[in-house]
């Protein structure tokens, strides 16, 4: 498995703000990936981050308003610019371990309320 | 583009009750993932299922996948009160990242 932490794991913002979550994980992974889950939705993914290079976003998501960082294999941030109330959401890293199993794990989560 | 869609979205039931979550995709895709999820809380790894006609069991839950017919049942035996949660499968697109259903939040009533 992977053991995942995420920083910080509750926030309440002001509108016009930003805020960067971190996410640590125990082992180095190739794959990790962002995601926002809005409250009582499932998952969407937004981002893949990717070691020394860009990050690859979904459709609907840019790096301006989610700029990510991957400096290395077992850490990233994820910055949501600019907040406003339809920000508010859980965010959540997650990583994939190929070599140890098919599964894909999830951190913690960050819940954000922007006011 | 791969839709995910699972039904119930919601279910209760009571004690002891059987009950079947569907859970349909719409492109080829040959492996099936479901997570629980507690209020509150991530997202943990029930079941994996790479290939047509895997079968998982773990306590109460059996996991099954046809992928001829596109379809991952999850399968409540006698369902006890701690089973409460929203349960989620998951399946890959074309570009194999991890598309999750609607979800299905289970209430089981004493």
């Known amino acids: 498995s992977a053991v995942i932490s995420q920083k910080p794991s509750r926030d309440i913002c002001q509108r016009g703000t930003s805020l960067t979550i971190q996410c640590q994980v125990d082992?180095?992974?190739?794959?990790m990936f962002w995601y926002r889950q809005q409250p009582g939705q499932s998952l969407t993914l937004i981002a893949t981050?990717?070691?020394?290079?860009?990050?690859?976003?979904e459709s609907g998501f840019v790096i301006d308003k989610f700029p990510i960082s991957r400096p290395n294999l077992t850490f990233s941030t994820l910055t949501v610019s600019n907040m406003s109330p339809e920000d508010s959401s859980i965010y959540l890293c997650?990583?994939?371990?190929?070599?140890?199993?098919?599964?894909?794990?999830f951190g913690p989560g960050t819940r954000l309320l922007v006011l | 583009e791969l839709k995910v869609e699972q039904n119930p979205l919601f279910l209760s039931m009571q004690e002891g009750k059987n009950y079947t979550i569907y859970c349909n995709y719409s492109t080829t895709s040959d492996r099936l993932y479901w997570y629980r999820q507690d209020p509150g809380k991530s997202l943990e790894s029930l079941f994996v299922?790479?290939?047509?006609?895997a079968v998982k069991q773990e306590g109460r839950l059996m996991a099954s996948l046809d992928t001829k017919a596109r379809l991952s049942t999850l399968h409540i035996t006698a369902a006890v009160h701690d089973l409460s949660a929203t349960y989620f499968c998951a399946t890959r697109g074309a570009t194999n990242k991890l598309i999750f259903g609607t979800g299905t939040l289970l209430a089981v009533q004493p």
């Open positions: 981050a990717n070691q020394g290079s860009e990050a690859t976003y």
């Open positions: 299922l790479l290939s047509n006609g």
């Open positions: 082992s180095q992974v190739t794959m």
């Open positions: 997650s990583v994939e371990r190929f070599e140890v199993s098919e599964t894909q794990y």
